[in-house]
């Protein structure tokens, strides 16, 4: 009889643990092997999560663990929804956004573009352009300090090259106006290359004869650019942009090593903004409620973006 | 047009999807707009009922 991993398994079970699971049924025994993974993800993921939305209705605080605990029902989502402060942190999140999105897709569908076409190197520049999403945003955030920096600055340098400005005349992360775009910079630089990889997957999946077919056709390059490569790599593109929107939508990381919020909350996202309050202010309640707003919204743009995810896998 | 309103009334997954697909975008607009302060305040419910009735009708037949 030849030897399978069933069998081998089968003989080496101790016959006391063969004995009890004789009599189970398939079914018992694949909930046996489910078992932990399910216990564990309840303990983790849905067991704290159904106690923050608990607590998302008192005003619970951490450090004060002894005092009475008063259900407040709805206020603190009223306080939240009507606070003009996290509104502004709302808008430097949707500042963050619009543009790290739009940047990233801009730039990463062309260079998609560009690499997509066969030339002489075309893998070693693949490999030159990914390496930023490789690397820890903590490091990333670390070096693009020092970058930043108005004395000895690379980008300082770079910039007053250009403009003729003295190099220390402006400060990246100092400035209120200029502090939310040195993190979408740093973001665009880090991301880019997981959109033009999302696209690159797009341009690949369309097949030649299409193209052969347009150009019997007599389109033109443009036409053949606009009524096929666009709709066909568009569900990719829409993906990348959903993917990047809930990622960039909890940014903390890096914008927490290269601006800290500041200067003022010119850069202070929800992310930074909810762990403020839940960390040092010690509003757990609020903070929960905070922490719930958030959730919900990302899992609202979470369902779209796997409703888009299955568009893309029935091509 | 008219086969998207018929798609509703017989409760077709692919037109209510669209539905809650819109209010949840609309809701995240609301959020994050800077223009009116009311738009930010119902922003949360509107996302809140757009997400539930995503996970209802994702069971709806196609």
């Known amino acids: 009889m030849t030897e399978t991993p069933l069998t081998h398994a089968a003989r080496a079970t101790p016959p006391s643990v063969a004995r009890k699971i004789k009599g189970l049924s398939d079914r018992a025994i694949a909930w046996i092997f489910v078992g932990p993974t399910i216990f564990l993800l309840l303990a983790i993921n849905i067991f704290p999560l159904i106690w923050t939305i608990n607590l998302s209705f008192t005003n619970f605080r951490a450090n004060r663990p002894g005092r009475e605990v008063d259900y ?7 306080r939240i929804l009507n606070d003009s402060d996290i509104w502004l942190n709302m808008q430097a999140t949707a500042h963050f956004l ?10 990463g569908f062309t260079l998609a573009y ?60 100092g400035s209120v106006q200029l502090a939310p775009w040195s993190i979408v910079i740093v973001d665009t630089w880090m991301w880019t290359p997981f959109v033009m990889l ?36 568009l569900p990719f593109l829409m993906l990348a942009v959903l993917f990047r929107g809930i990622e960039n939508f909890k940014m903390f990381d890096l914008v927490v090593q290269l601006t800290g919020g500041g200067p003022g909350s010119t850069t202070e996202l929800t992310s ?8 040092e202010k010690w509003r757990t309640g609020y903070a929960s409620a905070y922490a719930i707003i958030l959730f919900v919204t990302v899992f609202g743009l979470a369902s779209i973006y796997v409703k888009a995810l299955n568009k893309v896998k029935e091509r | 047009m008219s086969q998207f309103i018929q798609g509703l009334l017989r409760l077709k997954r692919g037109p209510w999807e669209m539905v809650a697909t819109l209010l949840i975008a609309l809701g995240v607009f609301m959020l994050m707009q800077p223009f009116v302060m009311w738009g930010f305040t119902y922003s949360f419910i509107t ?16």
């Not at chain 1, 619009?98 to 730039?107: G, K, M, S």
């Not at chain 1, 000895?152 to 403009?163: E, K, Q, S, W």
């Not at chain 1, 341009?203 to 490569?229: H, V």
Request: aromatic content about 16%; hydrophobic content about 50%.
């Open chain 1, 272 to 279: 930074i903004n909810l762990k403020r309050e839940a960390f």
């Open chain 1, 72 to 78: 407040v029902g709805l206020r603190n989502y009223e």
């Open chain 1, 198 to 233: 999302i696209c690159l997957a797009g341009l690949r999946s369309i097949p030649d004869y299409i193209y052969e077919a347009a150009e019997i056709d007599r389109a033109s390059k443009l036409r053949q650019f606009f009524t096929i490569t666009i709709p066909m790599v």
């Open chain 2, 47 to 62: 996302t809140l009922i757009g997400t539930v009735m995503f996970i209802i009708v994702s069971h709806f037949r196609e």
């Open chain 1, 98 to 107: 619009f543009w790290t999105i739009l940047l990233q897709v801009l730039i």
């Open chain 1, 114 to 173: 560009l690499i997509n076409k066969k030339f002489k190197g075309n893998d070693l520049w693949t490999t030159i352009i990914v390496l930023p999403m490789m690397l820890s945003p903590a490091v990333v955030g670390n070096f693009w300090k020092f970058l930043y920096q108005p004395q000895i600055g690379l980008f300082n340098y770079i910039v007053a090259f250009f403009t003729g400005k003295d190099p220390s005349s402006f400060e990246m992360l």
